[in-house]
Nanobody
Framework: QVWLAESGGGLVQAGDSLRLSCAVSGRTFSPYAMAWFRQGPGKERQFVAAIRWTSDTTAYGDSVKGRFTISRDNAKNTVYLQMNSLKPEDTTVYYC???????????????????WGQGTQVTVSS
């Protein structure tokens, strides 16, 4: 089993920055990729960003390209999401996700991930 714990959410003003962290624990950890999604009330979970665990391959959702950056620290088993130039429409719950080692694609779909965190709230005021 793998556990994911997000942190770093909070209340900020439009234009501010915030960095989310996702700490991973559990059995021997060597995923194919890690990702961030977000989901508002009554909405589908939306892809934000993903990164392969063993290369610099990354992917971003269109709404965050140029503003958000995903990174990882393999030694700490932690994935980060640096969010700059935040907008009120970025307000929602952000989830960390893990794709198991047997996967072969960095997916932008929720079905491409096997483990999920509980989420962290990000609120951007105008």
């Amino acid at each position: 089993q793998v556990w994911l714990a997000e942190s770093g959410g909070g209340l900020v003003q439009a234009g501010d920055s915030l960095r989310l962290s996702c700490a991973v624990s559990g059995r021997t950890f060597s995923p194919y990729a890690m990702a961030w999604f977000r989901q508002g009330p009554g909405k589908e979970r939306q892809f934000v960003a993903a990164i392969r665990w063993t290369s610099d391959t990354t992917a971003y959702g269109d709404s965050v390209k140029g503003r958000f950056t995903i990174s990882r620290d393999n030694a700490k088993n932690t994935v980060y999401l640096q969010m700059n130039s935040l907008k009120p429409e970025d307000t929602t719950v952000y989830y960390c996700a893990c794709a198991a080692a047997w996967r072969t694609v960095v997916s932008a779909q929720t079905r491409g991930y096997d483990y999920w965190g509980q989420g962290t709230q990000v609120t951007v005021s105008s």
